[in-house]
């Protein structure tokens, strides 16, 4: 507020004395012709040449302007502000003394007013731009050589003015469908073509980055005219949606290179948290805490004024990095942080006993589909019975609810991580039909940027020249972002009444082939030319699509259309918890396959076939 005050200060105090030295100059060149009124009546002209200039331009809005983003526009209301001072100062002369109304002298004083006021305008234009370009901490944009813009809006008329003081930056041309448009100019640049021209136009201007700049497009569109741009070998950036820009006059900064999440072609899931209420004073636990999901989850449960927030997590490295996260975040939040595994029921049940955790969200989890086929009977000790030791804690010490997150592979699995997701839905379904704790599940698909997803592996790959491995041509795989994902579990506490699998819709499924094509020509390459592509056949317990929800469970709605709610399945509790205990012996015997027990619980269980003949129990 103070910088702001000091700024206007200065503005309104520059206008001033730009509007004196006009009118002193004014008098001094017009001459003989104004020698009978000065210097007696120089007074009264310059008060209200001075003051209708400053109220002119205030009521022009010139003082709320951001120079550093200004251009025609603002040349023209200056112009149109200076025309009040000249209107109002002759019909005082002619009002306040006799004679002629000498309008020389008025559009001289007009001109120099208004060529004073650019200037200093645009001399505080470059000021500003250069000092932005020395304080700011916003990454530099790497947008050099001739530039595509793709609209001609707003966004685009901002980044053109941002980009255009630029000497290594030359903007060629603007794409925009709109028929009136093409054609035009905007700040100078040529409207060519429509999106269907992108291709055509990259070659004839030879461009070496294209810009999206259309924030309020819809995602489904913005994939179609992307995938188009990924045709051409230019670098590609994208400006944010418009929900996400703090600031729309700071579009330039926010310039980002496009991730091929850019692509998935489907709106983002928006939950409103104003839900989220139901944190507020609670003592909550997040076991995994220091993992993808376990750790956004802690950053959006600590937003909203838990009463001790606690992370449970075996790995103390991710535990460490995101309890300083949260310290530093959030100085005043009540955090705790336990090394410790779900598997010890020692350990899980003194967590429990010490610190009454009112709500859980159990992410403790074996995920990596691979590794657990290899190591079968970890998986189960770890999902299947650190999820049972959890769930039997927060049932008897009173916790209202439980969350446990699931995931899509426990719909008919095919490998042994999928199907010990599944078991841990019984678990807290039976534990539910008993319990006063509310025991709800969320089951959804891949998230972007997890760890040991397939994106992050493909960037890994393409920075090491290629090539790009995918198992299958044929495999397809939902994807949410992890926003998505925490905001599902989130809902899913709010909402819970207990035995509920919540589901997300998360639109269609995605080729991963076609999202390695894509991450290719996004960094300029030619798929299979430049960067080769090799199938490597399908891993063990992976199979080509992912379902999401059993067909016997039915779908229910919620307020929030994209989320359903799967309906508990009739569940033999006597039979589930037997084959436990036969699993808890089996489990440590490492020359044991515990599969066959699996499949007694989980009779969609499809065992490999290449060791179905080894199974034993």
């Not at 000790?381 to 699931?406: H, Q």
């Not at 490597?536 to 929030?560: F, H, I, Q, V």
Request: proline content about 4%; hydrophobic content about 40%; some cysteine.
């Amino acid at each position: 507020m103070k910088n702001r005050f000091l700024s206007l200060f200065s503005f309104v105090a520059f206008d001033t004395v730009a509007a004196f030295l006009s009118t002193l100059a004014s008098f001094l060149l017009a001459g003989e012709e104004v020698s009978f009124i000065w210097p007696s009546k120089f007074v009264f002209v310059v008060v209200v040449w001075c003051l209708t200039t400053v109220f002119s331009m205030y009521v022009m809005k010139i003082y709320n302007i951001l120079w550093r983003f200004s251009g025609f526009n603002e040349i023209v209301r200056i112009l149109a502000g200076c025309l009040l001072p000249l209107a109002a100062t002759a019909i005082a002369q002619k009002s306040v003394w006799s004679g002629n109304v000498i309008l020389s002298l008025y559009v001289l004083n007009y001109f120099l007013t208004a060529f004073l006021i650019v200037v200093q305008r645009f001399m505080t234009k470059r000021y500003s731009i250069r000092l932005a370009e020395r304080t700011s901490n916003t990454p530099k944009t790497s947008i050099t050589g001739n530039v595509m813009i793709i609209g001609a809006g707003a966004a685009g008329e901002a980044i053109i003015k941002e980009l255009s003081g630029d000497k290594d930056i030359k903007i060629k041309c603007i794409i925009d469908d709109n028929p009136i448009k093409i054609g035009q100019y905007l700040s100078g640049v040529h409207i060519v073509g429509g999106t269907g021209t992108i291709v055509n136009n990259a070659k004839k201007y030879e461009i070496d980055t294209i810009i999206f700049a259309i924030p309020t497009c819809p995602v489904i569109r913005r994939t179609e005219i992307l995938n188009i741009c990924g045709l051409t070998k230019c670098q590609l950036k994208i400006l944010p949606s418009l929900y996400q820009l703090q600031n729309v006059n700071e579009y330039v900064p926010t310039i980002r290179k496009v991730e091929i999440e850019d692509l998935l072609g489907r709106e983002p899931i928006k939950v409103n948290l104003d839900f989220m209420t139901y944190v507020e004073n609670q003592i909550v636990l997040v076991t995994g805490g220091g993992g993808t999901i376990g750790s956004e989850l802690c950053r959006q449960i600590a937003e909203h004024n838990p009463k001790q927030l606690i992370i449970f997590d075996i790995y103390e490295n991710n535990a460490y990095e995101i309890q300083n996260e949260l310290k530093h975040d959030y100085p005043n939040l009540n955090l705790v942080t336990l090394v410790g595994s779900v598997r010890d029921s020692k350990r899980i049940d003194y967590v429990f006993r010490t610190y009454k955790p009112q709500i859980v969200y159990h992410a403790a989890a074996h995920k990596h589909v691979p590794l657990m086929e290899d190591s079968p009977n970890e998986s189960i000790k770890n999902n299947v019975f650190g999820t049972y030791k959890t769930a039997e804690c927060a049932d008897r010490y009173g916790v209202k609810r439980f969350v446990l997150i699931s995931t899509d592979k426990a719909v008919n699995p095919t490998n042994i991580m999928g199907a010990s997701k599944r078991i841990c839905e019984m678990i807290i379904q039976t534990f539910n039909e008993k319990s006063e704790t509310e025991f709800v599940a969320v089951r959804f698909g891949n998230v972007l940027g997890s760890n040991g997803s397939v994106i992050p592996l493909f960037k890994k790959q393409l920075e090491q020249g290629g090539p790009l491995t995918v198992t299958d041509p044929n495999i397809i795989r939902y994807f949410m972002t992890i926003p998505e994902a925490v905001s599902l579990v989130l809902q899913a506490g709010a909402n819970a009444k207990g035995g509920e699998i919540f589901v997300l819709d998360m639109g269609q499924p995605v080729k991963i082939l076609t999202l390695a094509e894509n991450l290719i020509r996004l960094s300029g390459f030619e798929p299979y030319k430049d960067i080769a592509i090799e199938f490597t056949g399908l891993r063990p317990g992976e199979k080509l699509y992912e379902e999401l929800l059993m067909s016997e469970e039915g779908l229910r709605a919620t307020e929030n259309e994209l989320i359903h709610i799967g309906k508990p399945i009739d569940i033999d509790a006597d039979i589930l918890y037997k084959t436990l205990e036969e699993m808890r012996e089996v489990m440590y015997d490492e020359n044991a396959d515990i599969r066959g027990l699996v499949k007694q619980i989980v009779p969609t269980y499809q065992i490999p076939q290449n060791i179905k003949e080894t199974v034993t129990v």
